[in-house]
């Protein structure tokens, strides 16, 4: 049996001689294992499509418990990416972050749409690159289930409060820390919390259309980063592999 279905292609692993096994959010079928059969030889039809970060329609066979691609034409390549090897490891980090939120046979059109609007941000856009990062985190963790409460501190009520407590993804003031209380508080100055704010209500299509200066913006990714990880509880190859050409 045959079925067409539109994803990106979130992992790519070498496969036998000339395949590869490829990790698709689909928009309609959510992740996906593709096996795709010569891929890797330089004559492969497929090649284009079956890229890492490639947005193709695939035409797929299914049988025999196994779905193998019969043809992958590519819609979006985001050539830009590839060029620039910070970008593609950013993007990198964000294909692994939605293959861990993503499930077999559970569609997740808002996912597939802000992992495209952020390869879209970073390729076509030339967004800041924290920026994207902190929007795509942020709204990442909204999708995993861990919204933040940014409302206003969760013990005096004060609507402008400087602490973000990570674990429980709550605000406070610097005053209203509790004698037993453990958990990691990170400041977070009123341009931040703005933008927090924006971001976890905002259309997917205007989550990366808004500005803010450099230190606002570095303590944004700061926070966002350690939010999602925290809530996640693990980190993330790709996000090293980025974070070390910072430093370099």
């Known amino acids: 049996m045959y079925f067409k279905t539109e994803g990106v292609v979130l992992r790519e692993t070498e496969y036998k001689d000339a395949d590869k096994l490829l990790t698709v959010l689909s ?4 992740r996906l294992t593709l096996r795709a059969r010569g891929v890797r030889s330089r004559s492969s039809k497929l090649k284009s499509g079956c890229q890492l ?18 043809e ?29 939120l993503s499930q077999e046979d559970a569609p997740n059109p808002e996912l597939l749409s802000m992992c495209l609007n952020g390869f879209y941000a970073l390729s076509k856009l030339n967004r800041p690159q924290k920026l994207v990062k902190a929007a795509f985190e942020l709204r990442a963790a909204c999708l995993a289930g861990y919204t933040p409460m940014l409302d206003s501190c969760i013990v005096c009520g004060n ?52 500005q803010l200066g450099q230190e606002t913006l570095k303590e944004l990714s700061d926070v966002t980063e350690t939010y999602l990880l925290t809530q996640l509880e693990r980190g993330f190859f790709t996000l090293d592999f980025y974070k070390s050409l910072q430093i370099t």
């Open 53 to 70: 970060l490639a947005f193709s329609e695939f035409t797929v066979f299914e049988g025999r418990g196994a779905l193998t691609v019969d």
């Open 159 to 210: 609507p402008a409060p400087d602490r973000f407590l990570v674990s429980g993804g709550v605000l406070q003031c610097a005053g209203c820390r509790q004698p037993e209380e453990t958990s990691v508080r990170l400041p977070i100055h009123p341009g931040t919390l703005d933008a927090m704010r924006y971001l976890i209500s905002c259309d997917t299509k205007r989550l990366f259309s808004f």
């Open 72 to 100: 992958a034409v590519p819609l979006e390549l985001f050539l830009p990416l590839r060029e620039d090897i910070e970008l593609l490891s950013l993007a990198s980090y964000f294909a692994q972050v939605a293959e861990v």
């Open 27 to 30: 928009r309609d079928r959510g």
